[in-house]
């Protein structure tokens, strides 16, 4: 079945760097744009990046934009999220979802915790 | 952008319907027929619900519907049951290649 599956969460310092994979199984990877969406502890969703299918356009919300990068190797089925400068505001559960239609998200992974803390 | 936004808490009978609202502007619900709803039941991943303002994937129950007017896109829950309770999120895209999501609707089956 259709599976997204993130890794690479923890506690890092403010300042810095992570990187969360997200494994897909079950389906083509190389055919379809990924996106990475995050929630605060008891807050709501907020959208963070998106890689089209062949890693040729990727786009950010401006609260991460020159701190994260998305990349994917469509070889290794497995979609990235490098994340350097954090703050404590970045602490979050992220999830990887895959592109449906005109900016939907279909087929969402069950999270992985990100702690930003000194 | 603001996120879009939606009250936070919504109730209804089992039977009943309820209508949870998503209000946001010109430059995103009004201005592109790009709004999705999800469900997130807590500790779990969002699940779509809509995407493209009125199209239900497939496995979704029809009792789901919704609609945009406007600036407001609006989900409707039919008869209700005890598994719809759940925190429910609208998004829309917003322009220049951002999407944005509501606030969140804590929706309680009496």
């Known amino acids: 079945q259709v599976q997204l599956v993130e890794s690479g969460g923890g506690v890092a310092q403010p300042g810095g760097s992570l990187r969360l994979s997200c494994a897909a199984s079950g389906f083509t990877f190389s055919t379809y744009g990924i996106h990475w969406v995050r929630q605060a502890p008891g807050k709501g969703l907020e959208w963070v990046a998106f890689i089209r299918y062949d890693g040729s356009n990727k786009y950010y919300a401006d609260s991460v934009k020159g701190r994260f990068t998305i990349s994917r190797d469509n070889s290794k089925n497995t979609l990235y999220l490098q994340m350097n400068s954090l703050r404590p505001e970045d602490t979050a559960v992220y999830y990887c979802a895959r592109k449906l239609a005109n900016w939907g998200l279909d087929c969402w992974g069950q999270g992985t915790l990100v702690t930003v803390s000194s | 952008q603001s996120a879009l936004t939606q009250p936070p808490s919504a109730s209804g009978s089992p039977g009943q319907s309820v209508t949870i609202s998503c209000t946001g502007t010109?430059?995103?619900?009004?201005?592109?027929?790009?709004v999705s709803w999800y469900q997130q039941h807590p500790g779990k991943a969002p699940k779509v619900m809509i995407y493209?303002?009125?199209k239900r994937p497939s496995g979704v129950p029809d009792r789901f519907s919704a609609s945009k007017s406007g600036n407001t896109a609006s989900l409707t829950v039919s008869g209700l049951q005890a598994e719809d309770e759940a925190d429910y999120y609208c998004?829309?895209?917003?322009?220049?290649?951002?999407?944005?999501f509501g606030g969140g609707t804590k929706l309680t089956v009496l």
């Open positions: 010109s430059s995103d619900v009004g201005g592109y027929n790009y």
């Open positions: 493209e303002v009125t």
């Open positions: 998004s829309s895209y917003a322009g220049s290649n951002n999407l944005i």
